[in-house]
């Protein structure tokens, strides 16, 4: 096999190698089945039980409890922003949104289509380097939902503290911190998350939904975007992403062997400090987060200069870490640590880290 490289890309992002071989075993016939899973019939025994058991494995993975459904969409995390709106701003018409960067930002932008937003709070001023401060006066109590990014991929910021909403369902895209920490589910009324950075390839999105949150759609939603449609068919309304399914329910099975999410999140958090102590205690990198909101998965960086930052993130590529240029909207660095990312992976970053420092102080 070819020598891997450390990606730590923000998405698609690594998967586990043990994860992607057994994929390549079973790619060509799935075990007593003679076809691949790509091939087979969405309506067959056969992938009615891969789906079962991927829905099975999540919801004990995340203690899902029996009043929430689990579906398997297509559109990615994107798709999300205009259906949630389209399913949840029912009552009132109107939402609450706290803009923590980007994905918060198209989230609230493209439900102003469907209804009145209003932006609790927002970091912007400090370009997204903190979740900001909540002023419950600022809370509409009214509102269909509340809606947060629970892990700011591009920022690198992270709810630690989950807003009160009292009784206004909380709305979470977690879509770059699924599987990542333990979540109490029974906070929120709407979870969801794209495949490509945690849980699989591009193609699938999981939704989690309170069940009384379902069924009052708005009139003109199309049928595709509906909620009630893809639970009372069991995400088999069309035909689903079913090989990213299938892929899914693998990384759902390693997940397991790690010892769960409980194991995972011990892991990525010593994965996290390692290079967090090291950027507190260097005189050339600095971490750009506020140190109580920082990610586990996503930590953006920055050298005193440009010139620097590019000399680093060329000599990093050589040595096979890849894919550390911070997002084009902000620049410097970004090192992202999803469950896949080895210890080793970060360890090695870390160390040549401080090689740079040394070189080019
Ligand atoms: C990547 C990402 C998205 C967008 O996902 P797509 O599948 O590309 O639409 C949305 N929200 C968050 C937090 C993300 O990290």
Request: include cysteine.
């Amino acid at each position: 096999m070819e020598k891997r490289v450390f990606n730590f890309s923000a998405g698609p992002s690594m998967l586990p190698v043990e994860v992607l071989e057994q994929a390549q075993r079973e790619l060509v016939c799935y075990p007593s089945c003679g076809m691949s899973v790509m091939e087979m019939s969405h309506r067959s025994k056969m992938f009615e039980s891969i789906l079962a058991k991927a829905k099975a494995d999540l919801k004990e993975l995340m203690h899902i409890p029996d009043n929430y459904k689990i579906m398997f969409l297509q559109g990615g995390g994107s798709t999300q922003f205009a259906m949630v709106p389209l399913n949840l701003m029912n009552k009132n018409n109107k939402a609450d949104y706290v803009i923590t960067g980007q994905w918060a930002k198209k989230a609230a932008e493209e439900a102003k289509k469907y209804g009145q937003v209003n932006i609790v709070a927002t970091s912007a001023d400090t370009t997204f380097n903190r979740i900001p401060e909540l002023d419950s006066s600022k809370m509409d109590p009214e509102a269909d939902y509340f809606y947060i990014t629970l892990n700011n991929t591009v920022y690198g910021t992270h709810w630690t503290n989950l807003p009160d909403t009292g009784n206004v369902p909380l709305v979470g895209d977690m879509s770059s911190s699924i599987l990542s920490e333990e979540i109490d589910i029974t906070k929120f009324g709407l979870l969801y998350a794209g495949a490509q950075k945690n849980l699989g390839p591009a193609g699938v999105t999981v939704v989690i939904i309170r069940e009384d949150l379902l069924g009052n759609a708005m009139d003109f939603t199309p049928t595709m975007l509906r909620y009630d449609i893809h639970a009372e068919n069991d995400s088999l309304y069309n035909t689903p992403p079913t090989y990213g399914i299938y892929f899914m329910g693998l990384v759902f099975d390693w997940v397991k062997r790690q010892g769960g999410v409980a194991a995972l999140q011990k892991i990525n958090e010593h994965k996290a400090s390692l290079l967090y102590d090291f950027l507190d205690a260097s005189s050339l990198f600095r971490g750009t987060v506020v140190p109580k909101d920082r990610s586990l998965m996503n930590a953006p960086f920055v050298l005193p200069t440009d010139e620097l930052n590019a000399k680093f993130i060329k000599e990093a590529e050589a040595l096979g870490f890849v894919n550390l240029k911070g997002h084009r909207t902000i620049g410097g660095m970004r090192a992202s640590m999803y469950n896949a990312m080895p210890v080793e992976g970060v360890e090695q970053l870390v160390a040549f880290m401080k090689k740079f420092e040394m070189e080019n102080k």
